[in-house]
Nanobody, 122 residues
């Protein structure tokens, strides 16, 4: 079983910065893609950014140029550096990991963290 633990959320003023971290732990797993999703109040959860094990990244149009995703494969940790934050960035940020895990045989892995709240005040 794989657990994802997020940290780094909080309250920040518009224009400020935050860095989120998400560490994966467990036994016998391989992660291909890690990503961050956001669920704004009253909205559906949406992709913010993702990164593959090879370093390829994908960003939502709304965050391009302001948010950077990075990853430390040795630590199974993904980061989200957010700057020039606006109130529209407010929401619960969830970490996601896709890959495979061993449970007698290798099976697909699609794990989620518990979420960390980011609040941007105007």
């Amino acid at each position: 079983q794989v657990q994802l633990v997020e940290s780094g959320g909080g309250l920040v003023q518009a224009g400020g910065s935050l860095r989120l971290s998400c560490a994966a732990s467990g036994s016998l797993f391989r992660i291909s893609t890690m990503g961050w999703y956001r669920r704004a109040p009253g909205e559906q959860r949406e992709l913010v950014a993702s990164i593959t094990s090879g370093g390829s990244t994908d960003y939502a149009d709304s965050v391009k140029g302001r948010i950077t995703i990075s990853r430390d494969n040795a630590k199974n940790t993904v980061y989200l550096q957010m700057s020039s934050l606006t109130p529209d960035d407010t929401g619960v940020y969830y970490c996601n990991a896709v890959g495979s895990t061993y449970a007698g045989r290798w099976v697909p892995l699609d794990a989620w963290g518990q979420g960390t709240l980011v609040t941007v005040s105007s």
